[in-house]
């Protein structure tokens, strides 16, 4: 299936975990893919694994923090592909865990609002004229399951993810009649690499909070991505898509 053929996709935080499967599932349906991420070595690794040549899935170090960093990798994507049709905005941290709001440090606070809500809107602020320039197009921004529900200790990452959420709708709303869907999904706990490095009973713990009984696949959730950036999705903006296993429909 060669649905993406001729299209050009950016996927942020793509050195690993999702983001690196999402670029992986786009680049075999047929788009280029820019990988980007801010370290340039496991970057590098991670398009290699995916396209030896360099040719269809290429990295691109940039900091979706710095606003001026994204509008240069922008940039870059168009002169070195000619357009943009897709973006992804998967790069987000989760910040440190089981800390109540009142001990949380305010560095921390922004590091994860600055990498997860600020690096959103920073990538749709940059790239929505690029892919209306481009013919028109489709973005897919990283909510969480926990962008609809509340879960103590982490308050910034449900802030941020909630935020996700508006911005999204947001978005569908001033970009629909110019030829760009605006769509968000929900991953519950996800099998990624950074999961393996867990202790085996809180991996289960884990699993176990979905009615379905395991995490999701990395690849489950890129198949997701790619049918909402599919011209399959064509009459869908502005949409929430959980991928959660049942976590909240409880």
């Known amino acids: 299936m060669q649905d993406f053929a001729h299209r050009v996709a950016l996927v942020t935080g793509a050195?690993?975990?999702?983001g690196e499967a999402v670029a992986a599932e786009l680049f075999h349906r047929g788009a280029t893919v820019m990988m980007t991420g801010r370290h340039r070595e496991?970057?590098?690794a991670?398009?290699?694994k995916i396209d030896p040549s360099e040719r269809r899935a290429i990295p691109l170090v940039m900091d979706v923090r710095d606003p001026q960093s994204v509008s240069r990798g922008i940039e870059g994507t168009l002169q070195r592909c000619g357009g943009l049709h897709c973006l992804v905005n998967n790069a987000g941290i989760t910040g440190p865990h089981e800390v109540p709001i009142s001990q949380y440090a305010n560095e921390d606070w922004r590091e994860v609002i600055e990498t997860c809500l600020s690096g959103t809107f920073f990538g749709m602020k940059y790239a929505l004229p690029a892919i209306v320039a481009s013919g028109g197009g489709a973005v897919v921004n990283l909510s969480s399951a926990n962008g609809v529900v509340g879960i103590a200790g982490i308050a910034p990452y449900t802030a941020a993810k909630h935020g996700i959420l508006g911005l999204t709708r947001s978005a569908a709303l001033e970009f629909a009649a110019q030829g760009v869907r605006v769509n968000a999904v929900g991953p519950g706990y996800v099998d990624t690499p950074a999961m393996g490095e867990l202790p085996a009973q809180l991996?289960?713990?884990m699993a176990a909070s979905h009615p379905m009984g395991r995490m999701a696949t990395r690849e489950e959730v890129a198949k997701t991505v790619a049918f909402l950036l599919s011209d399959d999705s064509s009459f869908t903006t502005g949409?929430?898509?959980?991928?959660?296993?049942?976590?909240?429909?409880r």
Do not use: V
Request: net charge positive; proline share 0%; charged share 10%.
């Open 42 to 44: 496991t970057l590098a």
């Open 203 to 205: 991996r289960r713990q």
């Open 239 to 249: 949409a929430f898509y959980s991928i959660d296993g049942g976590y909240t429909a």
């Open 46 to 48: 991670a398009a290699a």
């Open 15 to 18: 050195s690993t975990g999702i």
